[in-house]
């Protein structure tokens, strides 16, 4: 995996716990399609993705708008392991490109990043790679930013 991580703004001590998100992501679809979150940190996430039958096309390989599918669902977690708790990012616009095949049983890295946050749209990239580590696809995305109301100043 990459082991870089995305410096932003959230103090650590306000980043929310996606320890319930690990795995499937509460979502039974990524399972299904055999996509794992694995670890995660301030504004990005990694997976494991071993796509399943349910993942490929009739001539074995995966399907090119379930790329889609695991691109989003990693911003997604990425946004929202950025944000404070009671916030959260809703998908804007996603751009991938598909640069190699995969097929059924191949073992596939996924990262997913913050590269820019601001009030209310984040910036990302994803990249899900093969087992020699070169990409497979990659993508761009923007969320909206649906933050918590700002405290009233006191005088």
């Known amino acids: 995996?990459?082991?870089v991580q995305s410096p932003?703004?959230?103090?650590?001590r306000l980043m929310r716990s996606m320890d319930k998100s690990l795995g499937d992501g509460g979502m039974a679809l990524l399972s299904q399609i055999g996509l794992n979150f694995d670890s995660y940190g301030e504004g990005w996430v990694e997976a494991t993705w071993n796509p399943t039958p349910l993942a490929c096309n009739p001539m074995g390989g995966v399907h090119g708008g379930?790329?889609?599918?695991v691109h989003d669902a990693a911003m997604n977690f990425a946004t929202n392991s950025a944000l404070e708790k009671g916030e959260h990012g809703a998908t804007i616009s996603i751009s991938y490109s598909t640069l190699r095949g995969a097929a059924s049983g191949d073992v596939?890295?996924?990262?997913?990043e913050v590269v820019r946050v601001t009030k209310q749209i984040a910036y990302l990239t994803t990249t899900i790679s093969n087992a020699e580590g070169e990409p497979v696809s990659t993508a761009t995305g923007t969320f909206f930013l649906r933050r918590r109301?700002?405290?009233?100043?006191?005088t």
């Open 8 to 12: 932003l703004p959230v103090a650590s």
């Open 66 to 69: 379930v790329y889609g599918v």
């Open 149 to 154: 109301p700002a405290a009233e100043p006191t």
């Open 1 to 3: 995996m990459w082991g």
């Open 108 to 112: 596939l890295s996924v990262r997913g």
